[in-house]
């Protein structure tokens, strides 16, 4: 347990836990040193949207769902920050939508993997693939580590989610045809625009309406939940996340941005 005492009442006090927690996990090796940076970057992103989820996202993470109940072979891709931030709903998604659950890792090491997954395990994942001798294969076109995959996961999925994740494996895992997720709160980044589906959002906004709408969506017939999938249009979604963060630039410029204190 983290030893900094955050006072609950602290404007700032949700993003300071977020904070802790991450520090925490690099302390026990879940998450990598470089993962701190990618978090920098999330946080500056959800000060744009307002530190809530926006309307059009709601649409994403509906067609998300659907998507994940029509998959055959689904598999969540983890790593060190998603694993700190999410680990408990990514077990419970995978339980929702029988998917496997993968670590893989950009900064791979024995140590960072066998932690990821201890953690996985610990909130009730019954198999993590991607550890060891089981990330037996590896994705054509990559260089980094992070072309290591489970042939009995990633390789063979037909949908794959996945959260702060670089663009390069994106990209890798689309040209295998696979039909990706991700989520990510850049609307800019190359992940976000590569994706098949993007949820632009903080992941711990993000994975418990993940599971709702998998929930709620459960009761539809497979044609319903294609039709939902099909409808979704993920380059028109970005435009209007970003059109979201501009306006609410303007907004926020022209009605006062500074904090004012008694004289
Ligand atoms: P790309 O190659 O796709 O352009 P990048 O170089 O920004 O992306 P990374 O730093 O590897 O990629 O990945 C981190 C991504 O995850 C960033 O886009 C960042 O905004 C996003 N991110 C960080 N923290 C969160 C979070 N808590 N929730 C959702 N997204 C996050």
């Known amino acids: 347990m983290s030893e900094v005492f955050i006072p609950p009442t602290h404007p700032r006090y949700e993003s300071l836990v977020l904070r802790e927690r991450i520090v925490e996990a690099l302390r026990h090796n879940v998450v990598a040193l470089q993962g701190l940076?990618?978090?920098?970057?999330?946080?500056?992103?959800?000060?744009?949207?307002?530190?809530?989820?926006?309307?059009?996202?709601?649409?994403?993470?509906?067609?998300?769902a659907a998507a994940l109940l029509l998959a055959k072979r689904p598999v969540i891709s983890v790593n060190g920050n998603t694993a700190a931030l999410v680990g408990k709903e990514v077990v419970e998604l995978a339980r929702e939508?029988?998917?496997?659950?993968?670590?893989?890792?950009?900064?791979?090491?024995?140590?960072?993997?066998?932690?990821?997954?201890?953690?996985?395990?610990?909130?009730?994942?019954?198999?993590?693939?991607?550890?060891?001798?089981?990330?037996?294969?590896?994705?054509?076109?990559?260089?980094?580590e992070r072309r290591r995959v489970s042939s009995r996961g990633i390789y063979v999925a037909d949908v794959v989610l996945l959260a702060l994740?670089?663009?390069?494996?994106?990209?890798?895992?689309r040209k295998?045809?696979?039909?990706?997720?991700?989520?990510?709160?850049?609307?800019?980044?190359?992940?976000?625009?590569?994706?098949?589906?993007?949820?632009?959002?903080?992941?711990?906004?993000a994975m418990p309406k993940l599971i709702?709408?998998?929930?709620?969506?459960?009761?539809?017939?497979?044609?319903?939940?294609?039709?939902?999938?099909?409808?979704?249009?993920?380059e028109k979604y970005l435009r209007e996340c970003v059109e979201y963060i501009a306006r609410r630039l303007i907004e926020l410029a022209r009605s006062g941005i500074t904090i004012s204190?008694?004289?």
Request: hydrophobic share 40%.
């Open 97 to 144: 939508v029988d998917a496997k659950i993968e670590v893989n890792l950009f900064y791979r090491s024995r140590k960072r993997e066998e932690a990821i997954a201890k953690l996985l395990r610990s909130y009730g994942a019954v198999e993590v693939l991607g550890v060891g001798e089981d990330a037996d294969t590896t994705i054509p076109e990559l260089y980094s």
């Open 176 to 205: 295998l045809g696979k039909f990706v997720i991700a989520i990510d709160i850049n609307p800019l980044s190359r992940t976000s625009r590569c994706a098949n589906i993007t949820i632009v959002d903080n992941v711990v906004r």
């Open 212 to 234: 709702q709408f998998v929930q709620e969506l459960k009761r539809l017939p497979p044609s319903e939940l294609r039709e939902i999938v099909r409808n979704f249009d993920n």
């Open 261 to 263: 204190f008694p004289k």
């Open 165 to 173: 994740e670089d663009g390069d494996r994106t990209e890798a895992l």
């Open 37 to 64: 940076i990618a978090h920098g970057r999330g946080e500056c992103f959800d000060y744009l949207l307002g530190e809530q989820t926006i309307e059009p996202t709601l649409y994403a993470l509906r067609a998300a």
